[in-house]
């Protein structure tokens, strides 16, 4: 009745023949408020578990591009000590090193001072309990060194998809001269899938003291970091004869000067790049560019 009552104060005079419907409309707005209170628990909840994005890192194996790695943004440093490999686990992928970092990379053959990665130790949190909330700490917001470590690391394992096993040739049967079949103009091959999903399955230690809780469901990634690939340039030939045009992708060496002569690595893909991408061809495998990459362009 007193929800009926307020109504009538906000939308006016009731009739008897309204009393339902405001009873109704006051029904709907006591569970839209509820709904709402729900929604902004829920987005606390989510704060509290500490991830504020999370960035897939591709890399071009020699069977595809695949996710590496992952960056998880934290709002302040993280205990780098008090990680370990099974603070999270990511689907389909198995983790073999977690580190802390002041900048969204990866570092190159870094040894992590997370628990148990090199003594052997079971990978188990027993520091801190499992909560879903944040301590409180004496901390300077304004202090840069609070963020100094903030990005978590999680590299995976590699594991090629189609590993290389020697067997003998199938006998094929002779051609007879019979005029050879092309390849197909088109390939059923896919575009690789960069997205991953995350969950944080232990507590995550701040070097204040904060500690974030586990979450209770999983994050899939806010943004792909960039790869060797994306320092290609993609042009277009066309033959002036025939008017017929090919793609194709550059990729020129830093500090490049049209004045002098380089060597020319020049790499043709199998059929199977031959989708709708022009690109596919940096991507199916590193032939085109492991050259590219900055040991190879160190070396020469």
């Known amino acids: 009745m007193n929800k009926i009552l307020l109504?009538?104060?906000?939308?006016?005079?009731?009739?008897?023949?309204?009393?339902?419907a405001a009873?109704?409309?006051?029904?709907?707005?006591?569970?839209?408020?509820?709904?709402?209170?729900?929604?902004?628990a829920k987005t606390h909840q989510t704060e509290a578990y500490g991830m504020q994005s999370v960035t897939a890192v591709?890399?071009?194996?020699?069977?595809?591009?695949?996710?590496?790695?992952?960056?998880?943004?934290?709002?302040?440093?993280?205990?780098?000590?008090?990680?370990a490999l099974n603070t999270f686990t990511v689907e389909g992928k198995t983790i073999?090193?977690?580190?802390?970092?002041s900048v969204?990379?990866?570092?190159?053959?870094?040894?992590?001072?997370?628990?148990?990665?090199?003594?052997?130790?079971?990978?188990?949190?027993?520091?801190?309990?499992?909560?879903?909330?944040?301590?409180?700490?004496?901390?300077?917001?304004?202090?840069?060194?609070?963020?100094?470590d903030q990005y978590v690391v999680v590299e995976f394992e590699y594991e090629n998809s189609t590993p290389f096993v020697l067997a003998p040739r199938p006998n094929k049967p002779k051609n007879n001269g019979a005029v050879g079949v092309d390849a197909p103009l088109r390939s059923?091959?896919?575009?690789?899938?960069?997205?991953?999903?995350?969950?944080?399955?232990?507590?995550?230690?701040?070097?204040?003291?904060?500690?974030?809780?586990?979450?209770?469901?999983?994050?899939?990634?806010?943004?792909?970091?960039?790869?060797i690939m994306d320092e290609f340039k993609t042009y277009v030939y066309t033959d002036p004869t025939t008017g017929n045009s090919i793609p194709?992708?550059?990729?020129?060496?830093?500090?490049?000067?049209?004045?002098?002569?380089?060597?020319?690595?020049?790499?043709?893909?199998?059929?199977?790049?031959n989708i709708n991408d022009n690109r596919t061809v940096l991507f199916q495998g590193n032939g085109a560019t492991v050259f590219a990459s900055p040991e190879e362009q160190a070396k020469h």
């Open 96 to 101: 073999n090193n977690i580190y802390t970092n």
């Open 248 to 273: 194709y992708n550059v990729f020129l060496p830093k500090n490049y000067d049209t004045s002098k002569q380089y060597p020319l690595y020049f790499f043709i893909a199998d059929s199977s790049a």
């Open 104 to 148: 969204p990379e990866l570092k190159e053959n870094y040894k992590s001072t997370a628990k148990g990665l090199h003594n052997g130790a079971p990978q188990i949190d027993t520091t801190v309990g499992q909560t879903n909330t944040v301590k409180t700490s004496k901390k300077d917001k304004n202090s840069k060194a609070t963020t100094a």
């Open 58 to 83: 591709p890399k071009i194996y020699g069977d595809g591009e695949k996710i590496a790695a992952i960056i998880i943004k934290y709002p302040e440093a993280i205990q780098e000590s008090a990680l």
């Open 23 to 40: 009873t109704d409309m006051a029904s709907t707005i006591s569970s839209t408020s509820s709904t709402t209170a729900t929604s902004e």
């Open 188 to 227: 059923d091959r896919k575009l690789p899938d960069l997205n991953v999903t995350v969950t944080q399955v232990q507590p995550v230690v701040t070097k204040t003291g904060t500690i974030y809780g586990p979450s209770q469901t999983s994050v899939i990634n806010t943004s792909t970091a960039s790869t």
């Open 7 to 20: 109504m009538a104060l906000v939308l006016g005079t009731l009739s008897t023949t309204n009393v339902l």
